[in-house]
């Protein structure tokens, strides 16, 4: 197999004692790469109803305060853990998705979080 010369600089981190990187083969970048993936967030990942928003895939859930749907509780569930096919989810992104789309819902829903 080709052995891949530079790998995010190898060249420069293996004079700073990181040979390892210098010795890195492409199978080796592969398996790194793959152990990094992060899945896709996407909106059809999520339910929404007046009780709250759950991301599926990790039960991540936001539960709004009853007449307060900015207000509420975060359930991480298993947000960060490694997926079983050794994928995760990107935090960041989750949370982010999860926020736009409840005030989208909240928006578009007036009447249902009226005190």
Same mark, same amino acid.
């Given at each position: 197999? =080709? /052995?891949?010369?530079?790998? *995010? ?5 293996? @004079? /700073?004692? *990181? =040979?390892? *990187?210098?010795?890195?083969? %492409? @199978? ?8 990094? #993936?992060?899945?896709?967030?996407? /909106? ?10 759950? $991301? ?5 859930? *936001?539960? =709004? +305060? ?8 975060? /359930?991480?569930?298993? %947000?960060?853990? #490694? $997926? =079983? ?14 926020? #736009?789309?409840?005030? #989208? +819902? ?10």
């Amino acid at each position: 197999m =080709p /052995r891949l010369s530079l790998v *995010f600089g190898a060249a420069c981190l293996a @004079s /700073r004692n *990181f =040979p390892a *990187f210098a010795d890195l083969k %492409l @199978s080796d970048v592969a398996g790194l790469i793959k152990n990094m #993936e992060r899945v896709l967030v996407r /909106r059809d990942q999520f339910n929404i109803s007046p009780q709250g928003i759950v $991301h599926k895939p990790t039960d991540a859930a *936001f539960i =709004p +305060y009853p007449g307060a749907p900015y207000a509420g509780i975060t /359930r991480m569930g298993q %947000l960060g853990n #490694e $997926h =079983p096919m050794g994928v995760t989810f990107n935090v960041d992104d989750v949370q982010r998705i999860m926020q #736009e789309l409840w005030v #989208e +819902y909240v928006q578009a829903n007036p009447g249902l979080f009226n005190a």
